[in-house]
């Protein structure tokens, strides 16, 4: 659920319990500076933009694009659309994001806009992993897959994989898939069938 | 449909926990009666972002009542009118058209203000971590009913349990006391076969840590049992009390 109801796979919590004794790592550490950096710079960009538009008013955009275009029914053309879309958001966002006050001490419009940033790199994942998959799988249904009873119609063939994207270090790059091919020994996979 | 309504704002604004305070004053207009209290906020800091002012800042999460994030001293009450819910599940229809509403934080001095109405309540996960656990070992979980609780007991401590940690008692008691929170952690465990083994040593050390941050005793005025949106009873005072007790005999 995505409702904060989270249930841990029993290895973690088991790795999680060993950690107690690992004692914290050095904020000196070359890897730390890099990231308080690149975390600084972030900051430094998204204050100084000056734009007109709120972290809510775009974020509410982007929503709506997700609905539309990447919701539980899609298809093809609706997924170009809507990426492209997004992109457009994401100009917005770069150009004419307003952030009141200071970055210094508490400043949650600050906080909102870091994370809406986060939100259109994931948005545009959902669409480009969506777009690859030519088959209705899981709980989405590409409209163009479907059975002649409507039912979601998958592509065994050609999708039997877990996907897996590879940001490129920028949010102007198209991220890069690495598939991971479905093993099953036990099993014969099937299609799911509640009807008989 | 509930009919929009019109009012004034009367919110504390205050820049850091050593700043001083005061009260900023806004006129709502046309909010609909199904807004929430939280929503209504929302539109007054889209409001003043558009007028490129600093929004108020507010503590909020799940806006359904169970994380214990929201807060807020409504018209002179922790969570506002209602009883049994928190700031998040109070709608704009409990209001009148011309109402002046007074928001302020938690005020108490185990809750610092870090910006307008947000408060740092970290002192409440310090004195979970001073006890509020069942040390076992981590692994797969035993079958379901190995340990057999009898069903009031387990009703009891799934009261206990319902406390969100929200810090309302703290902000209503005139001692600002967090019994009721400590209490309610407490018994969720102790009332409970697998908490039992640490039981004692739980009171202890959590009330410890409690005294410690700044937090006062039990004035057994009950304002704390009134406020809480989670109806805690200040039964589990009395639990804890006993627990105490028994603790410092052993020692």
Known sequence: ?196 | MDKNISFTLKIWRQNGPKEKGHFDTFQMKDIPGDTSFLEMLDILNEQLVSEGKEPVVFDHDCREGICGMCSLYINGHPHGPATGATTCQIYMRRFQDGDTITVEPWRSAGFPVIKDLMVDRSAFDKIMQAGGYVSVRTGAPQNANAILIPKPIADEAMDAASCIGCGACVAACKNGSAMLFVSAKVSQLNLLPQGKPEALKRAKAMLAKMDELGFGNCTNTRACEAECPKCVSITNIARLNRDFIRAKLKD
């Open chain 1, 1 to 196: 659920m995505a409702d904060g109801y989270f249930v841990l796979p029993y290895t973690i919590q088991n790795y999680l319990a060993d950690q107690i004794t690992v004692p914290r790592f050095s904020t000196d550490l070359p890897e730390f500076a890099e990231a308080e950096k690149a975390v600084q710079d972030k900051i430094d960009h998204l204050m100084s933009i000056h734009g007109k538009e709120s972290v809510d008013s775009i974020h509410k955009k982007l929503g709506h694009i997700m609905w539309e275009y990447v919701g539980m029914g899609r298809t093809e053309e609706g997924l170009k659309e809507g990426l492209a879309k997004l992109k457009e958001i994401r100009k917005e966002f770069e150009t004419n994001l307003f952030i009141p006050g200071s970055k210094e001490g508490m400043n949650v419009e600050l906080d909102k806009a870091i994370r809406l940033n986060d939100f259109i790199t994931m948005g545009e994942l959902i669409a480009y992993d969506a777009l690859n998959r030519n088959e209705s799988c899981g709980g989405h249904f590409r409209e163009e897959y479907q059975t002649e009873e409507g039912e979601a119609k998958r592509d065994d063939e050609n999708y039997f994989y877990v996907s897996c994207w590879e940001y490129q270090g920028t949010d102007e790059k198209a991220p890069v898939l690495y598939k991971e091919p479905l093993v099953y020994e036990a099993i014969k996979v099937q299609t799911r069938n509640y009807k008989s």
